[in-house]
C-alpha cells in the first residue's frame, strides 16, 4: 500500500448555518486517479473547495502529504502542490488566454507543465493565445481552465465538473487529455455528474450522499446497483 | 484668444485632477473600494512634502525621492492593518471607514500642522513661463501634465505589461480564483493601494506647490479626482485623463464668464455627463 497523499478525517464544512458535508473520510493514493460522484447539492464540490482550501475547515480535517492543511488558505495549499479546475471553469475574464495560463504559473513549482507543454497538449490554444479568454468556445475554455491548473505543476489536480455544460465530442476530446496529465504521476480526484465518465477514468470512486460517503470502492468491483443505491440513497 | 487661453490653462489643469483621480481609479479597478480619505491622503502628501524640503532644505520635487516611498509605505501598512478586514460583499463598511480615516487624518494635521494656509516653496518653477503662439504657458502646469501623462502611462503598463499587472487583473475578476493560484488577495490589495498612494504622495507634491493648502481642503479634492474618475468612465486609466481634463476646461471656462462659476461649472458639467452617460464617456467594461 502506497501512503496515501491526501487524506481527509471527519471533515465537515459549512456555509454560514448551513452544514455541508458531515464527517467526510477519503484518502486519494499517489499518482491515483480518484472519481467522486454523487447528484447535485450531494457535496462534491464543497469537498473539492474544502481541500482546495476555499472552505473554513478544521486544521487536522485535511493532511496533504502528511502535513495538515485544513486551516491554510487556498493561495497556500496552492503552494504545497494542489490544483483545482473549478466548476464553470471561471477563467479570469480580463486576461488573454496566455495570461491566464501564466497566472497559473505563478507558483513555480518544479516540473514537466510549461506554457509550451500545454500547448502541446491543447494546440487551438496556442492559436488563440492572445484572444480574450471570454472569446473562447466552452471546451476550449476548459481547456484553459485545466491547462491554468497545470502550470503550477502540482501533485494532486481537482477537476470539478470539468464535462458541465460541454458537447459530449468535447468531453470526449477533454477525457482523452486525461491520461496524458494523469500519466506523470500526478494524483488527480475527479468529480463529476456524469458516472460513466468519470468511472472509465478512475480506479477507485466515492460516492457522496447529502454530505456523506455513501459508498466506497475500487471502481471495477463495485456495481451498478450499489451506486444507484448510493447515489439516489433509495433502498 | 481668451477664450482659448481658458481652454489650454482648463486642459493643463486638468493634469492636476488626473494625478488626484488616478490613485482613485486603481483601487477602485483593483478592489471595489471607494477610498473616501483619499483627498486627505493627498493633503498628507503635501504635508510630508513640506516637512521634507524644509527638513532637508531641498526642492519639493526632490522631496518626492522620500515622499513616494513613505505614502506607498502607509498604503500597504493601511490597506492590510485596517481596509482588507472591511472589504467583502457590502460596499458599506469601507466607506465608513475610509470616512473614519478622513476625519482623523484631518484632525492629525490640524494637531501636527495648525489650520494656517501652508505652501511649498518652488523657487523659480513657480512663476516661470513660456510663450507658445501667442499663450503664456506656466512651467508648472505644464509640467504637472506631463507627469499625469507619464504617470497614467506608467500606470497602464504595470496594468497589462507586467505579472504584477496580471495579479491586480485576475484578483479584480475574481478573488477567490486568483487565490488558487496563489495570490494571496491580503497582498495584491496591500500592493495595489501602496501603487495607488505612490501616485497620490506625487499628486500632493503638485498640489502643495502649485497652491497653498491647509488640513481641511482633502474633501474638495476627493470630489475633483471622483469626478474626473465618473467623467472618463470606471477602470479606464486613460479616460480619467480625459476626464481631469474636461473636468479642468469646464471650470476655467466657467470662471471665465464670472470668477465666481469656477467650481459650479465643473460640478454642473459632471452632472450634465452623469445623466446622459452614466457610465461615464469611456467606460471600460459595458454596462
Known sequence: MPEPILNTRGLTAFY???????????????????????????????????IAGLMRNGADQIAFKGQPIGALRADQVAALGIALVPEGRQLFPSLSVEENLLIGGRIKRPGPWSLEAVYKLFPILKERRNQASTSLSGGQQQM????????????????????????????????????????GGMSAVIVEQDISKALSVSSRVY?????????EGATGEISREAISRAYFGVE | MDWLNAI??????GGLYALFAAGLS????????VNIAHGDLIVLAAYLG?????ALGVHPLLALIVVVPAMAAIGYALQRGILNQTLGDDLLPPLLVTFGISVILQNALLEVYT??????????????????????????????????????AGLQWVFYRTPLGRAFRATSDNQDIAQLMGLNKAHVFGLAMALALAVTA?????????????PSIGGGRLIFGFEAVIIGGLGNLWGTLAGGVILGVAQTIGAKIDPGWQLLAGHIVFLLILAVRPNGLFPRVAA
Not at chain 1, 147 to 167: C, K, Q, V, Y
Not at chain 1, 207 to 215: F, I
Open chain 1, 16 to 50: 454560514k448555518d448551513f452544514q455541508a458535508l458531515y464527517g467526510v473520510d477519503l484518502s486519494v493514493d499517489q499518482g491515483e486517479v480518484l472519481a467522486i460522484i454523487g447528484a447535485n447539492g450531494a457535496g462534491k464540490s464543497t469537498l473539492l473547495r474544502s
Open chain 2, 26 to 33: 486603481l483601487i477602485f479597478g483593483v478592489m471595489r473600494l
Open chain 1, 207 to 215: 460516492c457522496l450522499q447529502e454530505g456523506r460517503v455513501s459508498l
Open chain 2, 8 to 13: 489650454v490653462q482648463g486642459t493643463l489643469l
Open chain 1, 144 to 183: 484553459v481552465a485545466i491547462g491554468r491548473a497545470l502550470m503550477s505543476n502540482p501533485d494532486l489536480i481537482l477537476f470539478d465538473e470539468i464535462s458541465l455544460g460541454l458537447a459530449p465530442i468535447i468531453i470526449k476530446d477533454i477525457y482523452d487529455a486525461l491520461p496524458g496529465i494523469v500519466g
Open chain 2, 115 to 152: 489650520a494656517d494656509p501652508q505652501k511649498m516653496n518652488a523657487g523659480a518653477l513657480e512663476t516661470a513661463s513660456f510663450d507658445l503662439g501667442g499663450l503664456t504657458l506656466g512651467w508648472l502646469p505644464v509640467l504637472t501634465m506631463l507627469v499625469a501623462i507619464a504617470v497614467i
Open chain 2, 202 to 214: 506625487i499628486a500632493g507634491l503638485f498640489l502643495g506647490i502649485r497652491t497653498s493648502f491647509d
Open chain 2, 50 to 54: 513640506l516637512t521634507t524640503t524644509v
